[in-house]
T-cell receptor, first 113, second 113 residues
């Protein structure tokens, strides 16, 4: 069974801090994704990666960056956290070139004060 | 431009009755469609999917119908149970892409005992 693990379930940070959200998957998946979920807005794609050291912008990349140094790990970085980045952050992974469901982690509820 | 639309933010049904959740899409390149279920403070869980070469897929109490000419899909849950109360997201992807999913904004289903 695929396991996608996000390092924190709940996180509270202050405005202006640099924030790191970590995601690890154990199924050797090539593709990994970061979304944020906000009430009434659904899941919006921030960044995705289809290979180590590769990254692509999603629909809302502003204020975020990512890092993929190892295949199993995909990190989301908030360069200078702002209150409008308070949200639920979700990581997902999938094998490439397969029409299979993405597997999600449990999410990180991030609050920026 | 919202490519996947769930026009009903909420739906309330009685236990034992049928729940029907609807989803419309605009991108004719979409060829794979999924439904995810999400409880608060958890990641989305895959429920059921359908390829564009089919018009129906069943899995136990869950059936997804696809009408390509109308660019419409629906999820039927029969019989509905209180444990089905959650937010349901419709998602779609296009073949040959990076397995990116485009999500609707979700429908909150409440099943009353």
């Amino acid at each position: 069974d695929v396991k996608v693990t996000q390092s924190s379930r709940y996180l509270v940070k202050r405005t202006g801090e640099k924030v790191f959200l970590e995601c690890v998957q154990d199924m050797d998946h090539e593709n990994m994704f970061w979304y944020r979920q906000d009430p009434g807005l659904g899941l919006r794609l921030i960044y995705f990666s289809y290979d180590v050291k590769m990254k692509e912008k999603g629909d809302i990349p502003e204020g975020y960056s990512v890092s993929r140094e190892k295949k199993e790990r995909f990190s989301l970085i908030l360069e200078s956290a702002s209150t409008n980045q308070t949200s639920m952050y979700l990581c997902a992974s999938i094998m490439s070139k397969t029409h299979q469901p993405q597997h999600f982690g449990d999410g990180t509820r991030l609050s920026i004060l | 431009d919202q490519q996947v639309k769930q026009n009903s933010p909420s739906l309330s049904v009685q236990e034992g009755r049928i729940s029907i959740l609807n989803c419309d899409y605009t991108n004719s390149m979409f060829d794979y469609f999924l439904w995810y279920k999400k409880y608060p403070a958890e990641g989305p869980t895959f429920l059921i999917s359908i390829s564009s070469i089919k018009d129906k897929n069943e899995d136990g109490r869950f059936t997804v119908f696809l009408n390509k000419s109308a660019k419409h899909l629906s999820l039927h849950i029969v019989p509905s149970q209180p444990g089905d109360s959650a937010v349901y997201f419709c998602a779609a992807s296009a073949q040959g892409g990076s397995e990116k999913l485009v999500f609707g904004k979700g429908t909150k289903l409440t099943v009353n005992p």
